[in-house]
């Protein structure tokens, strides 16, 4: 059933070893030191627009995707409610913090918006998941995507708090230290920063005993409980810590937009997150942000694109749905699982598949 | 050990496990029909039968895999009957399964480490284990006890089946174990392997009791005391090995039944 | 049923309670008193029926949907898009023949052969994945809701009522009594009843044809259990297209439906789908009479929802649904 588990028997080849060292992952990895540098003075190579609309918006959309990844990846369980709780969290960043709509918004600090934002979002996900894990398996989908749908009516039908169909807009966003921390560049940073720390995070615990656990529950979780494990509560604590993470993306995409509005947090949205995350490839951490370029440059890009060869350029999104359709039928691991077996049917000898996760 | 020696005497001399009319329905199939009996502590007992005759059944029953229709299971005095598997897993009862069933995508070491961090403190903790953490050493001793060091380092997917049988025994193993349940643990092994297996079975600590199935009489008599036959879900026959061994209506039965 | 009755006999109170509770409300005259406290009785009765026949047009799609699960473990998300694309397909045939009768035919016909289509070409090539199936479906879903946007463009589009079934019927429930002591019966319409009616035979057909013929049991033996299928020597796959054709046409046949009633437009797949998905995890996964249930459930829900506490009734369906997966996780019906 785990389309994850499939990928890893068809992309590791036989000879693969595990680093035995437990150690930062990628540490030996020229290419990843490379990418470590031009995140780092982005600034300096791209304009606003790039920094931001490409660069940012990639960032953010990846940790979103990234809390997916953790969920189906290391534990079997396809979320697809991830995007509601990011964007429940910035609803309540809007209601909490500071807006264009007094009568709503509470005005509180963002330092106290946020941190409350964050738990009320983590606390959602965290029911939510409790719900979702009542069942077993493909149930997951159904489930989450129902609690995705009824989020985002009830965001269009509510006018107390979520403001209808309209949303919350101009939400203020942090200024301290005499700087004003959504000005690009400074924006860039606390985005990049963010996503660091959430990537590391997710690729630190796949190797502790929590996220061993986890993937131990994913590949039987009768034999989990037979070692002793509550394998639901590991799976209920799953989603606390992804929603944690999509709660912190939440945050970080309305002080980039400083408005949130149903739109948002659309049932479409919520797919998106999906295909994001498997057109990256949903083993590794590294996979979501992968997806989410590739997401965002097409969607940035593809009306130029499609008009110059000739096409209607209001298809971006059967472009998107036929790629995903590609990725699903001929590539159980995206655009990372086709990187690798390109690279081994360059090099047959090679000893080591590239990425080098800890492990499988 | 101590934990273990001070559970025990709190206890006293209880049964280890104590079946009374456990019955198991599937729909309206009765898989376990009113089945009791009692197993000292530190008992080596082997379950014969033939296949269907509800031996695995009863294993499932006793972990909690499922949970029994009606009747009561006690551990070491204890009711467990309405308790989650990883409950009474917890308080020192392992199993191993017919079918190996391992963590394909992880290491040998790490399948291990799981079994150790399943019956201890910190399953939910954020941090890597470092080069001194004390499971990780639990763990590489039992991977030496099954000899598995060789390989402990490959994903279990590539082991061969002996020797993922082997990490099913190292598994059961983990922690303080009090009382072990091995489902066919010699279920197509080589000669060799066999010989291994009843190696290890011999070598465990005097207080550990277990409950081996086993359609090998000549495995199954060798690293037990006393023996249980079953037929149609019920119990057939008690008594040791010799005796069930010479009984006319056993030998009948095993003759007649599908004997492996 | 005596069954339940015997092993829960305080929840069989409470349900039969609760029937005669809603009896009375739509037979009785409702006391002054009680249109006081919560309305006219025609406002109340017009959101029963509403409720009830769009729960008749839920449970045409959802039972095409837990059909397909049941045998197939096949989470179609793209049961949405059939469902709109019959819509379309059942507009365009009205709105060339005048038809109306003919647009159902048409509609069925052509989604049926997209889900053989769907089943032959795609699903058979990954039985058993059941995750893998289900990100193809999403994939489809978005597929599909860009060429139908593309050829149909964002306009509402409503089929038109034939005339024989314009207007509304007047019912044998009093709605009130005039101060001439005169009753006033209801009066809906008849479009709605008609589509109701249908929706019920088409589900009591279903149900004879699962229970009553050779098809039937080998179908429902599958749901149970997928090996028995393999040993009986059918032709698993021929039972397979067979049952994604009826499960896309009942799709197809509930689009026409939806665009009589309501209106087509891109989105209102994602809608029923979502209605579709709700059902069956309230009634039950696979089961025919669960989605019944599950659809009449919403229905009301929905109906009644929006008339009586407008802002929240998107949330009480939500509630039905956590509620039931947190009492019953498998569903009021499944026979797990």
Redesign the interface.
Known sequence: ???T??A??QV?P?T???P?A?AWPDINNPAAWIVAVILLIMPLIANGFFLIEIFATTLILGTIALSLMLLAGYGGM?SLMQLTIAGFAAYMVAVFGVSGNANISLGWPWWLAVPMALALATMFGTLGGA?AV??E???T???T???G??FY??TN????IFNGHTGINTVSTPHFWGVNWRADIPFYYIVLAVAALCYFAVE??S????G??L??VR??P??????????NA?RV?AYAVASFIAGLAGVLQVWNYRQISPGSVS??AC?DV??IA?VGGITRPIGPYIGALVFVLLRTFALDFLIKIGL?G??F??L???G??AI??WS?DGVIGLWQRWRQSQRPAASRPGGGRG?? | MDSVAQRLSAVGAGAALELRGVTRLFGALAALTDVTMTVRPGERRAVLGSNGAGKTTLFNCITGDFPPSSGTIRFFGEDVTHFPPYERIRRGLRRTYQISALFPGLSVQDNVYLACRGVSRGRFSFLRPGQSDALMHAADGLVQAVHLAAVKDQRVAELAHGQQRQLEIALALAGAPRFVLFDEPAAGLSPTERQELIEILTSLPAHIGYIIIEHDMDVALRVVESVTMMHNGRIFKEGLPQEIQSDPEVQELYLGGGHE | MTRFVERHPARALIVIIAIALALWLIFAVWPPGLEDAIGRKRVFLNAVFNGITLGGLYFLVASGFTLIFGLMRNVNLAHGSLYLFGGYVGYAISASTGSWILSFIIAFILTALVGVLLQVVVFRRMEGQDLRQTMVTIGLSIVFADLMLWACGADFYQIQTPNWLIGPIELPLITAIKSSGEPVYLRYPLVRLVIFAASVVIGVAMWLALNRTRMGMIIRAGVDDRDILAATGVRIQVVFVLVFALGAGLAGIAGVVGGTFQSLSPGEDIRFLLASLVVVIVGGMGSIPGAALGALIIGLAEQLGSVYIPTYAIVVTFLIMVLVLAVRPQGLLARR
């Open positions: 059933m785990s389309v588990h499939d890893r028997v590791r036989a693969a070893q595990r035995t437990r396809v719900l009542r069942t398996g493909i149930y989908i159904m489930i995507l129902a609690i749908a009824a009516y009830f039908q509510n006018w107390a630190y615990v190797r502790a005993p929590f061993m656990a993937q131990g590949d039987n009768r034999r989990m409980a037979a070692l002793g494990f509550n394998v590991h604590a049932v479409g797919i999906l295909i498997v209607d209001n298809r999104r059967l998107i749905g036929l995903f359709l699903v039928f159980s492990h499988g």
